[in-house]
């Protein structure tokens, strides 16, 4: 260990975003960067644990603790502090497929466990991770590796979001012939369509990483969805094993008094038609719904209506609010959220900050939910219909929510977008293959073993785990790849 008081002696320092009130008038990112010997300081920082909960990736309290891909953070915060940038990077590569998605979109659960950060600011462990692999790529240590043999062993991955991606890569290590399908016309997933350009850059970024893994011998397959596009029986005779990281994407609806009326869509569909017109046409070719001049209201919170909220105000909205239906988070850890839990403590994220520099205020409304929608004469939203509530424990001590009488309100809304979440993979490809289901509707394959009830077929990321985190995907992809190695060894 390089700085043994480097805690002690130095404050956490992150790079400075870009002013909101700039930034929102493109789509480029907005995170900028340290000075290389900043940079090195805040390596310092890590104080080398005895039992470092940073990489410990276990699941506390219904939340993840430390890092799902057990990242050897330790190890390379000292080398970064030492100025061994190439050996830093080796072992971020050890675990990591994708430290340039992490670095970027990653909520670092890893942080939330940092031993520094029982009575200091934690280390800057997602800022140093992003550092490592930024400088990388400048520096040209980042090059196409293909296996240096091949087996006689094909197999396809069906989706090609983080988990996709990270499991096509294990297996092309492995020596496998890989090829991975995706129904829309460009690989990513979620990692494309789902998080906006200013979070992570498509071409700079995301398509980078894709052509990376295209000369290292995977073999991409786009606009084909498996089991409409291409018959699951011609999948399962071409190929030895699949391995499905389709992902999940079911999202959650509002079933109240018009739901069904103009002006009322899923964010996730608001935000891949905005990416794609944004690549295609640069916005030009309209095939998006625009929030210029328009009252915008986002219910739910959580990543997904963050993003909505800054797109919109890209687009030039008129208003932007966001409904939550939790309460607002304390500012700090309350007695029964302890260290090494996540914090659940109120932030105030990109999209927010924002609106804030816009509006003068943080768009989000807590402990509020939408009772009905009302449209126009021609059937267009025009407002939304909300109470507040409470949430108070019922006789088993399950908290419940209760309306508050008196509190009801009407919003202007000429566009409201659903961000609640997502409910579990699609059923077409599922059914085809005769999976089982685990009770919340995901693809049934135990963690550790990724096997469905279909001897060649694993499942692998959302699709098996539900909705969750970048980072888990990219650990699940990866667990899937061995596992499925295994499976083909022996067979």
Not at 22 to 33: A, N, S, V, Y
Not at 299 to 322: A, E, L, P
Not at 445 to 466: E, H, L, W
Request: aromatic share 6%; hydrophobic share 35%.
């Amino acid at each position: 260990m390089g700085k043994s008081t480097g805690f002690l002696e130095y404050t956490r320092e992150v790079p400075m975003d870009r002013a909101p009130l700039e930034r929102i008038k493109d789509w480029q990112e907005f995170h900028l960067e340290l000075p290389e010997e900043v940079q090195q300081i805040q390596g310092a920082r890590c104080m080398d644990c005895g039992v470092p909960y940073c990489h410990s990736g276990i699941m506390l309290a219904g939340a993840a603790s430390g890092c799902p891909l057990h990242n050897l953070i330790p190890e390379w915060n000292d080398l970064i502090y030492k100025g061994l940038w190439q050996e830093a990077l080796a072992r971020l590569l050890k675990t990591n497929n994708f430290p340039e998605f992490t670095g970027r979109v990653c909520p670092a659960p890893c942080e939330g466990a940092c031993t520094v950060g029982l009575n200091q600011p934690q280390v800057t462990i997602k800022t140093n991770e992003c550092a490592i692999i930024d400088r990388a790529f400048k520096e040209g240590w980042i090059t196409p590796n293909p296996p240096k043999s091949r087996t006689d062993k094909k197999v396809a991955v069906v989706g090609s979001g983080p988990a996709g991606l990270a499991c096509a890569a294990e297996l092309n290590k492995a020596g496998h012939l890989v090829t991975v399908y995706e129904r829309a016309d460009r690989i990513g997933g979620l990692l494309m369509y789902g998080i906006p350009n200013m979070k992570l850059d498509k071409i700079g970024v995301v398509q980078r990483r894709v052509d990376l893994m295209k000369a290292e011998g995977i073999t991409f397959v786009t606009n084909t969805e498996v089991g409409k596009d291409y018959p699951v029986a011609a999948l399962q005779a071409d190929y030895d094993a699949i391995v499905l990281c389709g992902g999940a994407t079911k999202p959650r609806d509002l079933p109240v008094e018009g739901r069904k009326l103009a002006g009322v869509q899923f964010a996730i569909d608001f935000l891949s038609a905005n990416t794609k017109s944004l690549l295609d046409s640069n916005l030009t070719d309209g095939q998006f719904t625009s929030a210029k001049d328009k009252n915008v209201v986002i219910i739910g919170g959580g990543d997904t209506g963050t993003d909505c909220v800054g797109t919109s105000i890209r687009h030039g909205c008129k208003s932007v609010i966001q409904l939550e239906i939790m309460p607002k988070p304390p500012l700090d850890r309350t007695a029964n959220n302890p260290w090494p839990e996540w914090p659940k403590t109120y932030k105030l994220d990109y999209g927010q900050e924002e609106a804030q520099a816009l509006y003068g205020d943080d768009p989000r409304r807590y402990c509020t939910t939408t009772k009905k929608m009302v449209g126009d004469a021609s059937g267009q939203i025009k407002e939304i219909h909300t109470v507040d509530i409470k949430w108070v424990p019922d006789e088993t001590g399950r908290m419940t929510m209760q309306e508050l009488p008196g509190t009801e309100k009407i919003l202007r809304a000429d566009l409201v977008l659903l961000a609640m979440g997502f409910l579990g993979p699609e059923d077409q490809l599922v059914d085809q293959l005769g999976l089982d289901r685990d009770p919340r509707s995901n693809v049934k394959a135990d963690y550790g073993s990724y096997q469905t009830n279909v001897a060649n077929v694993f499942a692998a990321g959302d699709m098996r785990r539900g909705q969750s985190l970048v980072v888990w995907a990219i650990n699940e992809g990866r667990e899937a790849a061995r596992a499925c190695h295994s499976y083909l060894e022996n067979k």
